[in-house]
């Protein structure tokens, strides 16, 4: 047990170089010379090849890449991303604020995404082909293919406009976190409540249930039984929706107004703020890394045929 | 012809084939179907309600809701489609060989998806699109070049089963050569596999793209894009929110007719799902499939 979850954590080490390396060369990618990119940024009228030349001596881009790549590395262990070529400030004081906003509506969806999911999967499962169970799944077949920011802007102009319930944008009173949070939410329940309920089903006709019955446990007892062992499935996929919706809070980030990394990195899109992407990338990537071996290792403490393989 | 049959079977798959069909059908055509130019500004009609010259009405510069949905097809659903199709054959590619072949070129080749494969896939979309610049071919290619290394993954294991079977082993030892061997054996064993998986995906991908035009990042005015068309509604959706309807309602039926449609294909491909363990596990695929695209939509 032991040996398995320390073999897990450090296989997530190359993977970190890995990443950082792939983030490092992504930059390289883009079809414009940096150097240009930073003087369009900061708005200079003539760009020439002398000025190029310089800026790349300041930014250091004239070394090898080699090297280039250790120092950028070095610095980003101790956070410092660069500066920001739009705006000029340090990138982490952009990034840092934005990506607790983001972690706090995550946290706050994802715990709305396991609660809607397992509690219509649950309740589904046990009505199998009646009613409730086809017209939720109706619904929520409907509302998969509904775009989340469709859903969202009717929220907006429902439930903020025309009621005026909720505030529209930004992040000011814990009010604001219910449409975002109910967006997210919405949108991936229907996926994992289709897998909480087939999971549940094929509980159903095992073994185990039909003995429990035969011996006459009550349908509660059953029940939980069901849901404890279905559960240990949802478990892995739970955990890999953290780093899936903390990534894909970007369009409900920009509805929303939410002051989180999907409102910066767009803008950093839009404006060719390579260190800013860069940054977020990184950001992004390595917490889907920690969030990947994380859920291994909650899922091989849980269940050990799992710890056999890697 | 007989799996047609077995989807026609069911009503509601019947619906959502013709819906498809409809839609690809009225995106090819669309200079011959659309009643007007969709860039067309009559400002002199602006937020009109339907007529019966402009049955959708028009927008906030005048122009044709309904040419602008017929000729939005093209970058909504007929592009997102070709890039689907370019990445499961890039990822096809990948994964035939390394399923096939094993040994070294499969470890090499895998290490090269693991890779790609650490990076959350909207991440990646979106730094590709942030390195390229803004604009749908853009978002296309970084669209391909992120997700290859998924289906890779996916069809080098289904590739794996079959590779293992008897009757390939068999034509290996008679000496029937690998090229051969893939084409004749190998392609039509696992196509309905890569089928499965990639009609699953083609759903969330179409409300992706949208949702990446939506945010601006997409196809640049004036052309025409669902996603685009709900963002211009967007600005004006306090005073009139009736203009997200026509767009709105057409992606939703669009692309649940595509879900409903690629599980009739699932369900017709595959009669093992009649029993429960393999059709939860078939489930399962399916959802990351979906999981896949939804990312960013």
């Known amino acids: ?310 | 012809m007989n799996m047609l049959k077995q989807i026609l079977k069911d009503r509601l798959a019947g619906v959502s084939l013709f819906i498809v069909a409809i839609t690809i059908a009225a995106g090819a055509f669309a200079p011959w179907l659309a009643p007007h130019d969709p860039n067309h500004i009559h400002m002199e009609l602006r937020y009109a309600g339907p007529s019966w010259d402009f049955p959708l009405g028009n927008d906030h510069l005048g122009r044709d809701v309904l040419s602008r949905l017929i000729f939005g097809i093209r970058p909504s659903v007929l592009y997102v489609f070709a890039a689907l199709l370019a990445s499961v054959c890039m990822g096809a590619i990948v994964g035939f060989i390394a399923g096939y072949f094993r040994g070294r070129t499969d470890a090499v080749l895998m290490r090269v998806v693991d890779a790609m494969l650490s990076f959350p896939g909207y991440v990646l979309t979106l730094a590709l699109i942030g390195m390229l610049g803004v604009g749908l071919e853009n978002i296309l290619i970084a669209f391909v070049l992120s997700k290859w290394a998924w289906f890779a993954r996916i069809i080098r294991t289904s590739v794996m089963q079959i590779a293992e079977t008897d009757y390939i082993k068999y034509s290996k030892t008679i000496g029937v050569g690998h090229l051969s061997i893939m084409a004749r054996h190998i392609v039509p064993v696992s196509l309905p596999d890569i089928a499965v998986i990639a009609s699953s995906a083609f759903g969330s991908m179409v409300l992706q793209i949208s949702g990446f035009s939506f945010l601006g990042l997409g196809i640049q005015a004036p052309h025409a894009e669902w996603g685009m068309m709900l963002n211009e509604a967007r600005t004006v959706m306090f005073s009139k929110p009736e203009l997200m309807l026509a767009p709105g309602l057409t992606i939703i039926l669009v692309v649940s007719a595509i879900n409903f449609l690629s599980d009739a294909l699932q369900g017709a491909l595959d009669p093992k799902l009649m029993s429960s363990k393999a059709k939860f596990q078939a489930r399962t695929a399916v959802s990351a499939a979906r999981l896949q695209g939804k990312e960013v939509a």
């Open chain 1, 1 to 310: 047990m032991g040996w398995y979850m320390a073999k897990r954590g450090l296989y997530a080490i190359p993977m970190m170089i890995v990443i950082s390396f792939l983030t490092f060369i992504l930059i390289h990618l883009s079809p414009m010379d940096p150097a240009e990119v930073v003087l369009e940024a900061q708005g200079v009228p003539q760009i020439t090849p002398e000025l190029i030349a310089q800026t790349k001596a300041e930014l250091g881009m004239d070394r090898p890449f080699l090297i280039r790549y250790a120092n950028w590395l070095i610095d980003c262990l101790q956070l410092d991303f660069g500066h920001s070529y739009v705006s000029g400030e340090p990138v982490w004081t952009l990034l840092g604020p934005a990506f607790l906003n983001t972690l706090q509506l995550t946290f706050a969806s994802v715990i709305a995404v396991i609660a809607l999911s397992v509690g219509l999967g649950v309740i589904c499962a046990l009505r199998e082909g009646r009613l409730l169970d086809r017209s939720v799944r109706g619904v929520s077949f409907f509302l998969t293919s509904m775009p989340s920011y469709l859903l969202a802007s009717l929220m907006i102009w429902y439930f903020a406009v025309k009621l005026d319930l909720l505030p529209t944008s930004g992040m000011a009173s814990s009010a604001s976190y219910v449409l975002p949070v109910v967006v997210i939410a919405v949108n991936y329940a229907g996926i994992y409540f289709r897998m909480i309920r087939s999971s549940m089903i094929s509980q159903l006709h095992e073994d185990y249930v039909l003995y429990g019955r035969a011996s006459g446990l009550s349908e509660t007892t059953i029940t939980m039984h069901m849901i404890r062992n279905s559960l240990q499935i949802a478990i892995s996929v739970f955990c890999m929706a953290v780093p899936i919706i903390l990534g894909s809070t970007v369009v409900v980030e920009n509805v929303f107004a939410w002051p989180g990394l999907g409102s910066l990195s767009m803008h950093a899109i839009l404006s060719r703020d390579f260190p800013v992407i860069q940054a977020y990338v990184l950001v992004m990537a390595v917490a889907f890394v920690l969030f990947n071996t994380v859920s291994d290792m909650v899922n091989a403490a849980m269940n050990p045929k799992l710890r056999g393989d890697l």
